[in-house]
């Protein structure tokens, strides 16, 4: 049985949905239920539900041998792990953004860029490699509301429709990295059960 880390949230339906369209189907009661490890009717797939950020930990420590989560949870931890299919759905921008009037290219390098994100590692990289100086505010929640209230100049964060942003008087202002989702594999697993890995690739692959 092959065990795979699957992201909770914005790509469970989605992912769910790719899986039934290659053969692997879950019960119909168990993804409405509150179970965090499920099995296909088949009984070849076993399915963690876990929070984004932790598939790759799960994957890389070998719990999973494979798991489906956004390029942007891989950018900001880069696990030690193999990273064979996109997944072509789940499609959205990580990206700079703030008040559209906002002269934050022509910053004083002096004074730091008050930068608002859930992503700490991918902003501090991004930054330093335009030679910004920047103070890194984590946050958790809507990160949007960080310029709109003063607490940042700008955020990073992904957009996937911009409505949000909009909404809030904000624009993109920079793009750092498309992002989509994407089946990753336990390095160790990748040789060890390579039939069986290879058999899942080739049933999650997007349609040519």
């Known amino acids: 049985m092959l065990t795979l880390a699957l992201a909770k949230g914005r790509l469970q339906e ?7 369209q290659a ?7 168990q993804p409405d239920s509150r179970r965090l490890v499920l099995n296909d009717v088949r009984g070849e797939y076993r399915f963690l539900l876990v929070k984004p950020g932790d598939v790759p930990i799960y994957v890389e420590h070998g719990i999973a041998q494979a798991g489906v989560c956004g390029r942007d949870v891989l950018l900001e931890q880069e696990p030690d792990v193999y990273e064979p299919l996109d997944l072509g759905f789940g499609c959205c921008r990580l990206v700079v953004a703030g008040f559209p009037d906002m002269p934050w290219r022509e910053a004083n390098h002096l004074s730091k ?3 608002a994100t859930k992503y700490p590692r991918i902003t501090q990289r991004h930054f330093q490699a335009r030679a910004t100086p920047v103070e890194i505010i984590p946050l958790s929640g809507s990160v949007e ?9 700008c955020i990073v964060d992904i957009v996937e429709t ?8 904000l624009a993109v202002l920079e793009d750092i990295a498309p992002v989509s989702a994407r089946c990753i594999v336990n390095r160790a697993a990748f040789h060890l059960a390579r039939h069986q890995v290879t058999r899942l690739l080739e049933q999650l692959a997007p349609p040519a």
């Open 145 to 153: 509301l960080a310029p709109v209230l003063g607490l940042a100049d």
């Open 113 to 115: 860029l008050r930068v």
């Open 162 to 169: 911009g409505r949000t942003l909009a909404e809030n008087g």
């Open 14 to 20: 989605t992912t769910l949905a790719r899986l039934e």
């Open 23 to 29: 053969g692997i189907v879950l019960p119909p009661e």
